[in-house]
Nanobody
């Protein structure tokens, strides 16, 4: 069974930065597509960013339009870890951020993710 654990959330002022980390253990991490999603209070969960495995499109990255140019997703297969670097944060980025893994190796908002973490809270103050 794959376990997914996020960390790195917190409180930051608008314009600041945070880096989220996600460790996925119990499987072959390098073969999983990885994604970050978020859910704000009263809203549906939405896709933020994804990175495919090196075995599928060579580790391509995908972003929601709302975070393009501000967020960057990356992975370190040796550490079973995926990161989300968040810069120029806005109050509307406030949400619980979830990391998820896809056995397909693919990434993107349309991809099914079988394994999910518990989430980490990100709060951006104005």
């Amino acid at each position: 069974q794959v376990q997914v654990v996020e960390s790195g959330g917190g409180l930051v002022q608008a314009g600041g930065s945070l880096r989220l980390s996600c460790v996925a253990s119990g499987g072959t991490f390098s073969r999983y597509g990885m994604g970050w999603f978020r859910q704000a209070p009263g809203k549906e969960r939405e896709f933020v960013a994804g990175i495919s495995s090196m075995y599928w499109s060579g580790g391509g990255t995908y972003y929601a339009d709302s975070v393009k140019g501000r967020f960057a997703i990356s992975r370190d297969n040796a550490k079973n870890t995926v990161y989300l670097q968040m810069n120029s944060l806005k109050p509307e980025d406030t949400a619980v951020y979830y990391c998820a893994a896809s056995k397909t190796g693919r990434a993107g908002s349309w991809i099914s993710h079988e394994y999910w973490g518990q989430g980490t809270q990100v709060t951006v103050s104005s």
